[in-house]
């Protein structure tokens, strides 16, 4: 949408007679250029915090669980609670794979 605005901007006659007055409209055209541009730049911002965000929040889910699955249990407790640590990362494990598929 953005890059049809400019097109049609460039469109517009630099200057505009209305009787005898000549109107210069090439700062008009320069402002709404700058403001497309702060526009985009403000567009590429936010997508790269956002990806930037999901992007930890993957890490940081990948990391814990290698972190829960790592280590070595020796006692059936422990086994017991790697168990319930894998069963808990196999049901989160569906929305960070879509978060990872979106990036």
Same mark, same amino acid.
């Given at each position: 949408?953005?890059?049809q605005?400019?097109? &049609?901007?460039?469109?517009? /006659?630099?200057?505009?007679?209305?009787?005898?007055?000549?109107?210069?409209?090439v /700062?008009?055209k320069e402002?709404?250029?700058?403001i497309?541009?702060?526009?985009s &730049?403000?567009l590429?911002?936010?997508?790269e915090?956002?990806?930037?965000?999901?992007?930890? &929040?993957?890490?940081?889910?990948?990391?814990?669980?290698?972190e829960?699955l790592?280590?070595?249990?020796t006692s059936v407790?422990e086994i017991e609670?790697?168990?319930?640590?894998?069963?808990?990362i &196999?049901?989160?494990?569906?929305k960070?794979?879509?978060?990872?598929?979106?990036l």
């Open positions: 949408m953005m890059k605005k400019r097109i &049609e901007l460039k469109k517009l /006659p630099d200057t505009k007679k209305i009787d005898c007055i000549v109107i210069n409209i /700062p008009f402002g709404i250029e700058n497309f541009r702060k526009i &730049e403000a590429v911002r936010t997508m915090n956002s990806i930037q965000s999901d992007k930890d &929040e993957v890490l940081s889910f990948v990391k814990k669980s290698h829960k790592a280590s070595n249990p407790e609670a790697m168990h319930k640590d894998a069963m808990e &196999e049901t989160s494990k569906g960070y794979t879509e978060l990872f598929k979106s």
